[in-house]
């Protein structure tokens, strides 16, 4: 009793949650019933999801779209079965929401035209009741291609499409989709054989046009009447697209993105053509229209010329160093530039004159200063400092280098001087020299000044003029405090010998020693010259040689050297032999310096004989040679007087001769010369 009313009351207390979880374990483990206990919370949990955020689109895109991919590649007629009640209504729409945002545009574009032409089209357009725009497009447009479309063949996946920037367009993948789709429904309900389709839509002033490739079909939406060769360029286009990528489209797979450089060649097709009408106009008005065109177009390009010019100019002088250009502008028909100018800068004047502008055409306002570049610093320096040539100078971060040789007093006056100078802080002259100008002193050659803590010394020989000259212009230099002239050699002043080139002279404690060689007439008027030179107490001139004697023994020498030779038995010669013609040119000679000298002289044409014959035979024919010889020179103007005729054979004379050289040797005629003195010239 006690277990039955136990039971009954555990069946009151927990008998609703027991069957709670029995039917919460029967929903689990029966998988229809888990099914069915989601599916009705399903709905409201999308609904949630979707109020919350797009996580749960987001989640679903990659399946959704993965089985419609897998959906088209199975079967394409189930989707576009699915499609079909949809897919007319669509495309309708597309276009009617494409042709209207079209007119709003070139409505827009047209609304503030007041051409004749324009009036007349607002005119029909409101009689008509239609928009301005489409009587416009209608009077105008010929044809135009506003989008092109690439889709696969066999999946019916667009690949690439392209339109018009003005023309605004629905879903290119939907428009794809329905295409396909209407292509399936006339091959399917006509039994079009699979290798053809659908080539053209027709709705109204749109049509769609349509190419069949092998794996690929273009299409293109045309607006108005598109002539029958514009198939021929979408054909062309759909053989490009095969060609280039023929292998991507046999293997394709869905993915789009191998197929975007393709753009371009669908950009090809989007061609359009508008009606141009024909207007005459007068010549009247095409002459004036041109004549103000043309007036319009010169003035532009003068104007520009100008301003470009002028442009130039103000970039030029900005360029120049010491110019700052503050403002430039053209006023009153002048042009004016403000700023300022170094005064060491280029002078505006010469830079115009490389300009086409005259000095009357620009007005330059430009207010001094001082520039701080270095170059303009330099050049002011060596305005004011004036530095000599042996000077340089150097500027860096405001310090002045000097280096060099320079003046004492102008060293001396460096420091004042360049502290008036702008861009000047400081004087380095650490390598400045400070040196006497000596060059007033003309100094010659012989002598030698050596300057030493303001004391000059002089070394050397000068003459008595310069010495004492020299001593009162140093006692002027400023910077020198002693003169010493100790080691200096006081020499006469000899030039009035006008001793001749070889002529040493060596004037000693009034002795005046000559060596050397000179001409006999400088040597006989040398007396005369030193004869009223009071510092000349003595001369020698035991090493002074007369060069004329020196000449005349020389030739003496050379002809006493000469011999003229003659066959055997033979006392005569050819008068053009050339030992004779030698003999004649070298006598002339001698008897020429001779001359110089006043001196007489004797020559002694000798005549020799070889041992051929007796003591009388030889004795007459070396005679007879002499002779020939004596009247030869005679007849060539050498005075009978000089010349002398002598017989070297001798009574008792024993020649010895070993060969008809040696015997040829004493077939001859050769010469003395014998001098006043009775002396003969050395043979």
Not at 85 to 99: C, M
Not at 193 to 209: A, P, R, T, V, Y
């Amino acid at each position: 009793m006690a277990n039955k009313d136990f039971d009954r009351l555990r069946d009151i207390l927990l008998g609703p949650d027991k069957k709670n979880l029995e039917q919460l374990d029967k929903c689990f483990e029966d998988p229809k019933e888990h099914a069915k206990a989601i599916s009705q919370i399903l709905p409201e949990a999308v609904k949630l999801s979707n109020a919350e955020g797009e996580r749960l689109s987001a989640e679903l895109m990659p399946t959704v779209e993965q089985a419609v991919k897998d959906s088209v590649r199975r079967d394409i007629h189930i989707f576009a079965d699915a499609l079909f009640p949809v897919i007319g209504p669509a495309i309708r729409k597309s276009i009617t929401e494409t042709f209207r945002q079209m007119v709003q545009s070139i409505n827009q574009a047209l609304e503030h035209s007041f051409s004749w032409q324009g009036i007349k089209w607002r005119f029909q357009a409101w009689r008509t009741g239609k928009p301005f725009a489409e009587i416009v497009l209608m009077h105008s447009l010929v044809y135009r291609i506003e989008q092109v479309f690439l889709i696969h063949k066999n999946s019916g996946i667009l690949i690439q499409h392209v339109a018009l920037a003005e023309v605004e367009h629905q879903d290119a993948d939907l428009v794809s989709a329905m295409l396909t789709a209407i292509q399936d429904f006339v091959k399917d309900s006509f039994q079009v054989k699979s290798e053809q389709g659908l080539n053209q839509i027709q709705m109204g002033d749109l049509s769609l046009w349509i190419e069949q490739g092998p794996e690929a079909v273009l299409a293109g939406v045309i607006r108005g009447n598109a002539p029958e060769n514009i198939r021929q360029v979408l054909s062309n286009s759909l053989e490009d697209i095969h060609r280039q990528y023929g292998s991507l489209l046999e293997n394709f797979d869905g993915e789009v993105s191998a197929f975007n450089n393709c753009e371009d060649i669908l950009q090809k097709c989007l061609i359009s053509q508008y009606h141009t009408e024909k207007k005459n106009i007068s010549w009247m008005t095409w002459l004036f229209l041109g004549t103000a065109l043309f007036g319009l177009l010169l003035w532009s390009w003068l104007s520009i010329q100008e301003q470009m010019r002028w442009q130039l100019y103000v970039d030029k002088i900005k360029a120049e160093p010491g110019y700052v250009v503050t403002d430039a502008f053209h006023r009153d028909g002048k042009y004016r530039m403000q700023g300022m100018k170094d005064p060491l800068a280029t002078d505006y004047r010469e830079l115009m004159n490389q300009s086409v502008f005259q000095t009357n055409e620009v007005i330059h306002d430009f207010q001094p200063y001082q520039s701080l570049k270095t170059e303009f610093v330099i050049k002011r320096t060596r305005k004011i400092l004036k530095p000599p040539e042996t000077i340089e100078l150097d500027i860096r971060n405001g310090i002045l280098f000097v280096s060099g040789q320079a003046p004492l007093e102008w060293t001396e006056q460096l420091n004042n001087r360049s502290s008036f100078i702008a861009g000047i802080e400081e004087v380095n002259r650490e390598n400045l020299q400070a040196i006497i100008d000596l060059s007033s002193l003309n100094a010659p050659d012989s002598v030698q000044l050596e300057l030493k803590d303001r004391k000059l010394i002089v070394k050397g020989q000068a003459n008595q003029i310069w010495a004492k000259t020299a001593k009162l212009k140093a006692a002027k230099l400023n910077g020198i405090s002693h003169y010493d002239d100790s080691q200096l050699v006081v020499n006469t002043d000899l030039s009035f010998l006008q001793a001749p080139d070889g002529v040493q002279l060596d004037f000693n404690n009034g002795i005046l020693a000559i060596s050397g060689h000179a001409p006999n007439s400088w040597i006989i008027g040398l007396e005369e010259r030193i004869a009223g030179n009071e510092e000349i107490e003595k001369l020698i001139t035991g090493e002074l040689t007369n060069s004329d004697e020196n000449l005349l023994k020389l030739l003496a020498k050379e002809l006493q050297a000469e011999g003229i030779f003659f066959d055997t038995g033979t006392s005569m010669i050819d008068n053009d032999d050339e030992s004779i013609l030698q003999v004649l040119e070298k006598l002339r000679l001698l008897m020429e310096q001779a001359e110089i000298l006043a001196l007489p002289i004797k020559v002694v044409i000798q005549g020799h004989s070889d041992s051929s014959g007796n003591f009388e035979r030889r004795r007459y024919i070396s005679i007879q040679r002499a002779r020939y010889v004596q009247q030869y020179l005679v007849n060539q103007g050498i005075r009978p007087e000089v010349l002398e005729v002598k017989s070297m054979v001798k009574p008792g004379q024993n020649l010895i001769e070993r060969s008809e050289q040696e015997m040829r040797f004493n077939r001859r005629v050769s010469f003395v010369i014998r001098f006043p003195d009775s002396r003969e010239a050395t043979q």
